[in-house]
């Protein structure tokens, strides 16, 4: 029987010990998003991984896997990495392996895959079990020099083993194949480019240390993304982005019109945006589709095999491709954004963002280092070989007084020190000297491999003493790095073009989007809103609350934009598609849009850009708006008219012809000319008309050509023209004559 455990005994017991809960968490948590930061979630700037990825490349390179090596199952890989480097789930390795290999998500592969990897539907990979991979030569790159002390080495997790910190990096990974992760309270999002523009920025750097972001952007223009696409920002917010290491970069897919003859067409579409997966995009294309958001569109569908090709195929041939399109990329993730956050570890150690031109030097610099380091271990191999080459020559020179010590002492090796001042290793070299060796040619090949050596000894002496000559060699290499994946090479070739946005119609890429149908329009006295389905002639028959009852009905289109003006003089915008159905009785407009309460509707109607209207206060204030001022984006609307309650705004007239006839409630009536009435976009306007008392009752635009026309309570229709209308034409802002015989008791033009 072991010895019994007992628990802790009072509360004031030794094993218990006090923490301060807020501190114990601080410290816990903090420990936990610096393991995140530095062991998961950012990359290195040097190789540009993350350590899964690192031990991933460097247990392959362990097993032998070699590009010229056979494939192995990736769950001996996975194995691998897990049991000596990597102590967590094997899925997690396996999903970081499998994504290495994929060409869609890799712009320059470091697993070489074969099997199922998945694809660009979404498509998860295959079992570990089935698939089976090896390094491609890009991860070869990444190691090179692994075994020449480039880097410092580390326990692993169970201190059995060691990994290198950084690899060595001859590849400019961080750039070349990007990188994303979210740590704690810090993300990375880097996007892959195009290696050959890489080496070119990084050579420039080397000739110009001080070398601006601008100018590594004439090297590096863009992204170069493994699935194509356009990028349509301009070069200034490219140039901005790299500058700071944040920004974006708008990506859209890339198509083409085919024709099917006889004015048909389709549109095909080749590249879609990077990370998009096809079958979500089609998914999402179809679900538009039936909701009817896409009115240009008849039909899509998925032609792909290796190859991308989706096809659109429009309502009909005069649908303009261009407008169809920029409707697509703006309801549809063929148009998306990818984000760059330039977070990385800078000396493996510090998160920050970095630009351009800091991540390139600071992978240059490493690339020194790992030069540097390389040939310092070089140069101790050439002196520990010359050391035994210079004993060998020694043991050649008396080989028979050798071989009668070795013959005759006990022990010879203290004895050949002393006799000809040896080292240790010297001596060891010569005892363990097969005879064979003894032959003459032995001789010359040694004198031959120390000269070699003693030569190849002064060139490494004088590199690591000469800065132009390290970064020379360094040049050289990224040269060599430049010409393996050169542009024209199918694998270094530009994938992502650029160009700008097609200058479209804004209104018509909105009108796109909506399928356009018949309306009517109804409001109700409190404020209610509907929009029946096509057009309704006799509004008599509409049903309204009880104490509720119609103050504005006209037909439009699911296209229109609806104009609203309230008493308060603000006016508001809602789209004809976005009005509730005409089931019931509507919703009260002050839930679409922020109308104050002591405010109600003034007028409703459908928006032209082309007219303008005469707004007039109770007052009798007015000035010209055109139409266009009176459209507002947001749901606050906008203030037009400036009024203070008691008076509010009280008229809203269309402007036509050349001169305004306006009537008090005095019942005097005044007409002037148009143009004495300001245009403004906003304001309290001008006076229309001068009263002792009361306000204004009501005001038409007209030509005089055509004379004053209006309705009594009959029907009757009254002309006056322009001689007859001498005694009532003044200036602006005069009182005005009572009213002509046959004008309507309630003061209106219109009965």
Same mark, same amino acid.
């Given at each position: 029987?072991?010895?019994?455990?007992?628990?802790?005994?009072?509360?004031?017991?030794?094993?218990?010990?006090?923490?301060?809960?807020?501190?114990?968490?601080?410290?816990?948590?903090?420990?936990?998003?610096?393991? +995140?930061?530095?062991?998961?979630?950012?990359?290195? &700037?040097?190789?540009?991984?993350?350590?899964?990825?690192?031990?991933?490349?460097?247990?392959?390179?362990?097993?032998?896997?070699?590009?010229?090596?056979?494939?192995?199952?990736?769950?001996?890989?996975?194995?691998?990495?897990?049991?000596?480097?990597?102590?967590?789930?094997?899925?997690?390795?396996?999903?970081?392996?499998?994504?290495?290999?994929?060409?869609?998500?890799?712009?320059? +592969?470091?697993?070489?895959?074969?099997?199922?990897?998945?694809?660009?539907?979404?498509?998860?990979?295959?079992?570990?079990?089935?698939?089976? /991979?090896?390094?491609?030569?890009? /991860?070869?790159?990444?190691?090179?020099?692994?075994?020449?002390?480039?880097?410092?080495?580390?326990?692993?997790?169970?201190?059995?083993?060691?990994?290198? &910190?950084?690899?060595?990096?001859?590849?400019?990974?961080?750039?070349?194949?990007?990188? /994303?992760?979210?740590? &704690?309270?810090?993300?990375?999002?880097?996007?892959?480019?195009?290696?050959?523009?890489?080496?070119?920025?990084? $050579?420039? $750097?080397?000739?110009?240390?001080?070398?601006?972001?601008?100018?590594?952007?004439?090297?590096?223009?863009?992204?170069?993304?493994?699935?194509?696409?356009?990028?349509?920002?301009?070069?200034?917010?490219?140039?901005?982005?790299?500058?700071?290491?944040?920004?974006? =970069?708008?990506?859209?897919?890339?198509?083409?019109?085919?024709?099917?003859?006889?004015?048909?067409?389709?549109?095909?579409? +080749?590249?879609?945006?990077?990370? &998009?997966?096809?079958?979500?995009?089609?998914?999402?294309?179809?679900?538009?589709?039936?909701?009817?958001?896409?009115?240009?569109?008849?039909?899509?569908?998925?032609?792909?095999?290796?190859?991308?090709?989706?096809?659109?195929?429009?309502?009909?041939?005069?649908?303009?491709?261009?407008?169809?399109?920029?409707?697509?990329?703006?309801?549809?993730?063929?148009? /998306?954004?990818?984000?760059?956050?330039?977070?990385?570890?800078?000396?493996?150690?510090?998160?920050?963002?970095?630009?351009?031109?800091?991540?390139?030097?600071?992978?240059?610099?490493?690339?020194?280092?790992?030069?540097?380091?390389?040939?310092?271990?070089?140069?101790?191999?050439?002196?520990?070989?010359?050391?035994? $080459?210079?004993?060998?020559?020694?043991?050649?020179?008396?080989?028979?007084?050798?071989?009668?010590?070795?013959?005759?002492?006990?022990?010879?090796?203290?004895?050949?020190?002393?006799?000809?001042?040896?080292?240790?290793?010297?001596?060891?070299?010569?005892?363990?000297?097969?005879?064979?060796?003894?032959?003459?040619?032995?001789?010359?090949?040694?004198?031959?491999?120390?000269?070699?050596?003693?030569?190849?000894?002064?060139?490494?002496?004088?590199?690591?003493?000469?800065?132009?000559?390290?970064?020379?060699?360094?040049?050289?290499?990224?040269?060599?790095?430049?010409?393996?994946?050169?542009?024209?090479?199918?694998?270094?070739?530009?994938?992502?073009?650029?160009?700008?946005?097609?200058?479209?119609?804004?209104?018509?890429?909105?009108?796109?989007?909506?399928?356009?149908?018949?309306?009517?329009?109804?409001?109700?006295?409190?404020?209610?809103?509907?929009?029946?389905?096509?057009?309704?002639?006799?509004?008599?028959?509409?049903?309204? #609350?009880?104490?509720?009852?119609?103050?504005?009905? =006209?037909?439009?289109?699911?296209?229109?934009?609806?104009?609203?003006?309230?008493?308060?003089?603000?006016? =508001?915008?809602?789209?004809?598609?976005?009005?509730?159905?005409?089931?019931?009785?509507?919703?009260? $407009?002050?839930?679409?849009?922020?109308?104050?309460?002591?405010?109600?509707?003034?007028?409703?109607?459908?928006?032209?850009?082309?007219?303008?209207?005469?707004?007039?206060?109770?007052?009798?204030?007015?000035?010209?708006?055109?139409?266009?001022?009176?459209?507002?984006?947001?749901?606050?609307?906008?203030?037009?008219?400036?009024?203070?309650?008691?008076?509010?705004?009280?008229?809203?007239?269309?402007?036509?012809?050349?001169?305004?006839?306006?009537?008090?409630?005095?019942?005097?009536?005044?007409? =002037?000319?148009?143009?004495?009435?300001?245009?403004?976009?906003?304001?309290?306007?001008?006076?229309?008309?001068?009263?002792?008392?009361?306000?204004?009752?009501?005001?038409?635009?007209?030509?005089?050509?055509?004379?004053?026309?209006?309705?009594?309570?009959?029907?009757?229709?009254? +002309?006056?023209? #322009?001689?007859?209308?001498?005694?009532?034409?003044?200036?602006?802002?005069?009182?005005?004559?009572?009213?002509?015989?046959?004008?309507?008791?309630?003061?209106?033009?219109?009965?």
């Amino acid at each position: 029987m072991g010895q019994e455990i007992l628990p802790p005994s009072g509360g004031d017991d030794d094993n218990i010990q006090p923490v301060d809960l807020k501190a114990a968490l601080e410290q816990r948590y903090l420990a936990y998003a610096l393991s +995140t930061i530095m062991h998961r979630a950012l990359p290195d &700037v040097r190789d540009g991984l993350k350590p899964v990825h690192r031990r991933i490349v460097y247990a392959m390179h362990d097993m032998g896997l070699r590009p010229t090596a056979a494939f192995r199952k990736c769950a001996k890989i996975v194995g691998e990495v897990m049991g000596n480097y990597h102590p967590h789930g094997d899925q997690s390795i396996y999903d970081a392996l499998a994504r290495l290999a994929q060409d869609f998500s890799q712009r320059y +592969t470091l697993v070489n895959g074969q099997g199922n990897f998945g694809n660009i539907d979404g498509d998860s990979p295959a079992a570990m079990r089935y698939t089976e /991979s090896k390094m491609t030569a890009v /991860s070869e790159l990444l190691l090179e020099g692994i075994d020449q002390d480039a880097v410092d080495f580390r326990d692993t997790y169970d201190e059995s083993n060691s990994e290198p &910190v950084v690899l060595p990096g001859a590849f400019p990974n961080l750039l070349a194949n990007g990188s /994303s992760g979210i740590a &704690v309270g810090m993300a990375t999002s880097i996007p892959s480019h195009n290696v050959h523009e890489l080496c070119d920025a990084a $050579l420039h $750097l080397i000739k110009h240390p001080d070398a601006t972001v601008e100018k590594l952007v004439e090297f590096i223009p863009g992204p170069d993304f493994p699935t194509g696409g356009i990028i349509i920002d301009n070069r200034d917010s490219i140039i901005e982005s790299y500058r700071t290491g944040r920004g974006g =970069f708008r990506v859209r897919a890339k198509w083409q019109t085919e024709d099917l003859g006889r004015g048909g067409y389709q549109i095909v579409v +080749t590249e879609i945006p990077f990370q &998009v997966q096809k079958s979500r995009l089609i998914e999402k294309i179809a679900e538009l589709l039936i909701a009817r958001k896409l009115p240009l569109l008849e039909d899509i569908r998925d032609e792909s095999a290796e190859d991308i090709r989706i096809v659109l195929v429009p309502k009909s041939r005069t649908v303009d491709p261009t407008i169809l399109m920029e409707s697509m990329f703006k309801l549809t993730e063929l148009e /998306s954004r990818f984000p760059l956050n330039m977070n990385v570890l800078s000396m493996g150690r510090i998160p920050r963002v970095m630009a351009l031109n800091e991540v390139l030097k600071e992978w240059l610099d490493h690339r020194r280092e790992v030069l540097q380091r390389r040939s310092r271990f070089r140069l101790a191999a050439i002196d520990r070989r010359l050391e035994i $080459l210079g004993g060998l020559l020694i043991a050649y020179l008396n080989i028979d007084e050798v071989i009668r010590i070795i013959r005759e002492e006990d022990e010879p090796k203290p004895v050949m020190m002393a006799r000809w001042d040896l080292t240790d290793n010297q001596v060891e070299a010569i005892l363990n000297m097969r005879l064979r060796a003894l032959r003459k040619l032995e001789e010359f090949e040694i004198r031959k491999e120390f000269d070699e050596l003693t030569k190849e000894k002064g060139e490494i002496e004088a590199l690591l003493a000469s800065d132009d000559k390290q970064w020379q060699t360094v040049a050289w290499e990224i040269g060599e790095v430049k010409k393996k994946f050169a542009k024209a090479t199918e694998v270094g070739r530009r994938r992502t073009q650029f160009a700008d946005a097609p200058e479209a119609d804004e209104e018509a890429i909105q009108q796109a989007m909506i399928e356009k149908e018949p309306i009517t329009v109804v409001i109700s006295e409190k404020g209610w809103i509907r929009a029946l389905k096509g057009h309704i002639a006799d509004t008599a028959t509409l049903t309204f #609350k009880e104490g509720d009852g119609l103050k504005v009905a =006209f037909p439009a289109q699911t296209t229109d934009k609806i104009l609203i003006v309230t008493t308060g003089g603000k006016a =508001f915008t809602l789209g004809g598609d976005k009005l509730p159905g005409g089931r019931g009785h509507g919703e009260p $407009l002050r839930i679409m849009v922020d109308m104050d309460n002591d405010q109600a509707v003034l007028t409703a109607f459908v928006h032209d850009p082309s007219r303008k209207q005469l707004i007039v206060s109770t007052a009798g204030n007015g000035f010209v708006v055109p139409e266009a001022e009176l459209v507002a984006n947001t749901r606050k609307g906008k203030q037009i008219m400036n009024v203070a309650l008691p008076e509010e705004t009280q008229l809203l007239v269309p402007v036509s012809g050349d001169h305004v006839a306006v009537v008090g409630e005095n019942r005097k009536l005044l007409v =002037f000319p148009l143009v004495q009435v300001p245009e403004m976009s906003r304001g309290k306007g001008v006076r229309l008309q001068r009263y002792k008392d009361g306000g204004i009752s009501d005001v038409r635009c007209f030509a005089i050509s055509d004379g004053l026309v209006w309705e009594d309570s009959a029907g009757r229709t009254f +002309t006056k023209n #322009k001689d007859e209308l001498a005694e009532w034409l003044a200036d602006r802002a005069t009182a005005g004559r009572t009213v002509p015989k046959g004008f309507p008791r309630s003061g209106k033009f219109a009965g």
